[in-house]
């Protein structure tokens, strides 16, 4: 194959045949991809030197269509398991009210063998029954004994996003189609007695082919707005993603709200680019931590985890450095000066004479005993509890004696105290000695 008319045949063939799926109807991609394979095909099969048409130094011009045959390929590959996952989602819809009747009635074996374990007095089986019947679920299937109104708001969200799947990923009409079809239910399958309420909000559903974002007011396609499924207001697309990138900034906007109650991401989640929920995702835990902590190097300011803190010294996780989750900044030796609780305990210490060992900066009141903390390997019963409120809450007053303490002598504010007790000890003990003397010297 000469460069020549490598590259003249190329020029004729449509480089954005690879990008067709999704800008037109299955068929006529399909068709458009199949003759661009057929035409490079032919492009090899009437090359000068067919030998020299598969040796790997081809000119650059054979090298692209190879490339360009290759991302053909591809794209055939994606319109047949596309094709394959549609014939599947078409059967689970066509079956879906024989899944949910047979899901009924495991629901009803289920609560009958509840209640024969109720009655047989096990209720620990009886509740393991409950929880493995937790899972059932199918569009439009309200298990009998539900309240008709709660699982009905339910039903309605489940099939609506099922319907926007169906108008995303098969057709738009399919969804359409379904969307108005009554919210999957069957003329034989339709609830006796419907209530008023339900059925104008079933109507209401199914009329509302396009929708009206709340937040820019611009009518869009059903598919392309979230329903909010506890106030049932719509967002598009872009209102959504840019709700949730925002919420990660500007934590007043955290967790983003619909008429003051939150939005879960997994009820939305199909409708924001994947950047964006992944981040969220990500970021949520750090988000709901309330006093967050970040890394004190500048450099690295990395999100520091509850589960990393301990004692209040966090380690980094990206830098392994320690930071200090009172004053955020580096980790201090002793307490951190701007603890206004420790600081608070110790003003409390200071003024009741209350005494700290050097070790361990335990907090000890004397109550009987020398001035000395003695070395001991036995489990120290404590003299006294102390604690202090501070802003609401305590801040306990460590006490006793701790082993591997060095005999140190207390130099306390306080240390006559106990000496005028040894003092006035020593003078009872001599009046006792002189009366005893006294008294044999009488004798």
């Known amino acids: 194959m000469t460069s020549s008319s490598a590259s003249s045949m190329a020029a004729q063939l449509d480089p954005t045949a690879v990008n067709i799926i999704g800008a037109m109807d299955e068929q006529s991609a399909a068709l458009v991809l199949q003759l661009q394979l057929e035409d490079i095909a032919t492009i090899f099969a009437t090359a000068k030197g067919k030998g020299r048409a598969d040796d790997s130094t081809a000119d650059d011009a054979a090298y692209a269509l190879r490339l360009h045959q290759q991302d053909l390929e591809a794209s055939m590959v994606i319109l047949e398991d596309r094709k394959m996952c549609q014939s599947i989602a078409r059967a689970v819809q066509d079956d879906q009210h024989i899944l949910a009747r047979e899901a009924e009635a495991e629901a009803v074996a289920v609560r009958d ?55 995303l990923y098969m057709s738009e009409a399919d969804g359409a ?68 990138r925002l919420s990660m900034t500007d934590e ?22 994947t950047e964006t929920a992944r981040e969220f995702q990500r970021k949520k835990p750090e988000l709901e931590t309330p006093n967050k902590t970040y890394c004190h190097v500048q450099s690295c300011s990395a999100w520091i985890p509850p589960q990393s803190i ?11 450095l320690q930071t200090c989750t009172i004053c955020k900044g580096s980790t201090h030796v002793g307490d951190c000066p701007w603890d206004e609780a420790t600081q608070q305990l110790l003003q409390t210490a200071d003024g009741s004479g209350w005494q700290r060992c050097y070790k361990c900066r335990r907090v000890v009141e004397l109550h009987t005993g020398c001035n000395h903390i003695t070395q001991t390997a036995a489990v120290a019963v404590p003299n006294s509890v102390t604690s202090a409120v501070i802003d609401g809450r ?11 303490s060095s005999d140190e002598l207390f130099r306390s504010s306080n240390a006559g105290v106990p000496s005028l007790r040894l003092l006035l000890l020593f003078l009872l003990l ?14």
């Open 113 to 167: 063998r509840r209640l024969a374990h109720q009655m047989d007095g096990q209720p620990n089986a009886a509740a393991t029954a409950a929880g493995s019947a937790g899972g059932i679920g199918f569009p439009g299937f309200r298990p009998s004994g539900e309240g008709e109104e709660e699982m009905s708001d339910r039903a309605i969200a489940d099939c609506e996003n099922l319907a926007k799947l169906t108008a």
């Open 310 to 320: 301990t004692d209040e010294v966090g380690v980094c996780p990206r830098c392994r």
């Open 430 to 443: 001599s009046i006792i000695h002189l009366f005893l003397n006294h008294g044999h010297s009488n004798a």
């Open 177 to 244: 189609a379904m969307l108005s079809s009554g919210l999957f239910f069957d003329d034989d399958d339709e609830p006796k007695g419907e209530s008023s309420s339900r059925a104008a909000k079933r109507q209401r559903t199914a009329a509302a082919i396009e929708r009206r974002c709340e937040a820019c007011r611009d009518d869009k396609k059903f598919f392309d707005v979230a329903t909010v499924p506890h106030c049932r207001h719509d967002y598009c697309r872009d209102c959504l993603d840019q709700l949730f």
């Open 394 to 404: 305590l801040a306990a007053a460590n006490y006793g004696t701790k082993p591997g």
């Open 252 to 273: 007043s906007l955290f967790p983003p709200r619909c008429c003051r109650q939150p939005i879960s991401l997994d009820d939305v989640r199909m409708f924001l680019s």
